[in-house]
């Protein structure tokens, strides 16, 4: 019996490195994830289920087959749901010097990544999972693709997310 093949449609290659890492330190799947950069339409709301919902929806026209879509964001602990799922374009428009203006080192955050399964488009299912810590002055070197990777240390570590990849992408 053969594995079942999911793409998991994002056209950010370093999201998808993230989530096979996340997947291959666990025990042996029945699936196999592959990535497919479709580049699905995204809408804009606060609601990380909704996003992936329409994204999924939108790949399904085209693909036609169960797949797999997420969708991350940082949230300042300080504000409402900010920058949240408006990570990507308040970073964008502001880059690395305006965001650490948001900020004090120490503040705490949380990064929200909900990945959405959607079997068929009447069986769709949602995973959420948060990571809060705190974040950090701006630190030189940066992987573009996860920007805020270098601002955030998780609770527990002393390295920011960004660190901890290298060190297991080395170690």
């Given at each position: 019996m053969s594995k079942l093949i999911i793409p998991y449609v994002t056209t950010n290659n370093s999201k998808f490195e993230?989530?096979?890492?996340?997947l291959n330190t666990g025990a042996k799947l029945p699936f196999e994830v592959v990535h497919d950069s479709l580049e699905a339409p995204e809408i804009q709301s606060e609601d990380q289920k909704e996003i992936t919902t329409f994204k999924a929806?939108?790949?399904?026209?085209?693909?036609?087959r169960p797949l797999l879509v997420e969708?991350?964001?940082i949230f300042f602990d300080k504000y409402d749901n900010f920058p949240g799922t408006f990570s990507k374009w308040i970073f964008k428009s502001l880059g690395f010097e305006g965001v650490c203006k948001l900020y004090q080192p120490g503040d705490s955050a949380h990064f929200q990544l909900t990945l959405c399964y959607l079997e068929s488009p009447d069986s769709i299912h949602f995973f959420t999972g948060i990571g809060?810590?705190?974040l950090i002055a701006q630190k030189p070197g940066h992987n573009p693709n996860l920007p805020f990777s270098v601002l955030f240390v998780p609770n527990g570590h002393k390295k920011t997310y960004h660190?901890?990849?290298?060190a297991k992408e080395h170690g």
């Open positions: 993230e989530i096979t890492n996340i929806l939108e790949a399904w026209k085209i693909l036609k969708d991350a964001g809060r810590g705190t660190e901890l990849a290298q």
